[in-house]
């Protein structure tokens, strides 16, 4: 029996709800710990990273680390998002997946030149989405 059904908490339940309500963007244990105060469940820092590393084992989120933020980030992946490459907004923070066929090309170009291999679930492009292209 994996950890995730073995221990199922009001406050995992609330952390997981929370990720994948948020999938679009970059979530921080400290929004985390932030929504389950306002939300009146009671978890520690410890107990909160503690879950988010066990669900990144399970291949449920993601971890990098954020530069504007300056720690480490979460992001909802379920179990499909190991295919395809994300696109973030430098300006309203909004993730995107994009679908694999568009670099599929590139990906098999640079294989070919360089035997190199993208690993798609850590390459995220930067730019400026398209609502806050009109904005501008």
């Known amino acids: 029996m994996n950890e995730l059904k073995k221990?199922?908490?009001?406050?995992r339940v609330a952390i997981l709800e929370f990720i994948e309500n948020n999938k679009d963007k970059e979530i921080t244990a400290n929004d985390i710990l932030m929504y389950l105060n306002?939300?009146?469940?009671?978890?520690?820092?410890t107990t909160i990273y503690?879950?988010?590393?066990?669900?990144v084992k399970e291949g449920i989120i993601k971890k990098y680390y954020s530069e504007e933020k300056s720690s480490s980030c979460f992001q909802y992946i379920g179990k499909k998002c190991n295919e395809h490459y994300h696109l973030k907004c430098n300006i309203c923070g909004e993730i995107?997946?994009?679908?694999?066929?568009?670099?599929?090309s590139i990906e098999k170009k640079i294989i070919?030149?360089?035997g190199f291999k993208i690993d798609n679930i850590k390459t995220i492009l930067y730019g400026t989405c398209k609502k806050c292209s009109k904005t501008k």
């Open 7 to 11: 221990y199922k908490t009001k406050q």
């Open 96 to 104: 995107t997946h994009l679908d694999s066929e568009i670099f599929s």
């Open 38 to 45: 306002k939300n009146e469940f009671k978890a520690s820092q």
């Open 112 to 114: 070919d030149k360089y």
């Open 50 to 55: 503690r879950y988010l590393d066990n669900l």
